[in-house]
């Protein structure tokens, strides 16, 4: 069958690749014109929260089904075009120091496993409240539902927390850089040239979403959200 052909060939994982982590990009781009509602202060966020974690909201659940479908793909693609890349080349080749590649590119393996952890500690700490902390995940607004913009502040506060995330957002910066602008090529969408603009466009996109999810914990840290 064709699809099987097509999951089976190099190119084809290479596409299913590009495709899920483009659709990941769409979501970073939502998930933080959300998060930045922090800053008009708790009503605004724990409204936004509230819908989301709504039992009837079945486009937030078409949304977390699709979002789930392409971090599973875009893992299990990543791990077998590695095993691949491997044994196809020899040892001596694979010691060779990378002589014209960007930081970026050197780290998307293991970045790409730091953001794996990040996403587990992210879905354990502030959508399961499985890790608490700062031991707020209980807290009350003055609606009775989940004080989320509690939770934030409180969470942030917490000095390894807050690092935690800074960190990983520098990592997931890197990967959407070097990520956004190869998805492209691989999609067939880029023109040779010396200063490619997807390039340029992938650099504006990984800053902006960098630059999105860090604001927060920086902003509680210095004070703006509390």
């Keep these: 069958m064709f699809l099987v052909s097509f999951y089976r060939s190099t190119v084809g994982k290479k596409i299913i690749m590009a495709v899920s982590g483009l659709i990941g990009v769409a979501y970073l781009v939502l998930h933080i014109a959300g998060n930045l509602k922090a800053f008009e202060g708790p009503e605004s966020l724990n409204s936004y929260a509230h819908f989301l974690h709504g039992p ?16 599973i793909f875009h893992v299990l693609m ?17 010691k060779r120091q990378p002589q014209v590649s960007t930081w970026a590119s050197r780290t998307m393996r293991w970045g790409g496993v730091l953001l794996l952890v990040f996403i587990v ?67 067939g969408y880029a023109k040779p040239s010396a200063n490619p ?22 902003g509680v840290i210095v004070g703006l959200i509390r």
């Design 56 to 71: 009837a909201n079945e486009v937030t659940w078409t949304v977390r089904v699709v979002l789930l479908a392409a971090v």
């Design 78 to 94: 990543a791990w077998q075009l590695t095993q691949r890349a491997n044994a196809a080349r020899p040892v001596a080749y694979r």
């Design 121 to 187: 500690f992210h879905i354990l700490h502030f959508t399961l409240g499985k890790l608490d902390p700062a031991g707020a995940f209980g807290l009350v607004d003055g609606s009775g539902g989940r004080d989320v913009y509690g939770n934030v502040v409180a969470s942030f506060h917490v000095w390894w927390v807050a690092v935690f995330y800074l960190v990983a957002m520098v990592f997931l910066g890197l990967h959407l850089y070097h990520g956004a602008w190869s998805s492209v090529r691989t999609l």
């Design 197 to 218: 603009l997807h390039r340029q466009i992938a650099r504006i996109v990984a800053v902006a979403i960098w630059l999105g999810f860090t604001l927060v914990p920086l």
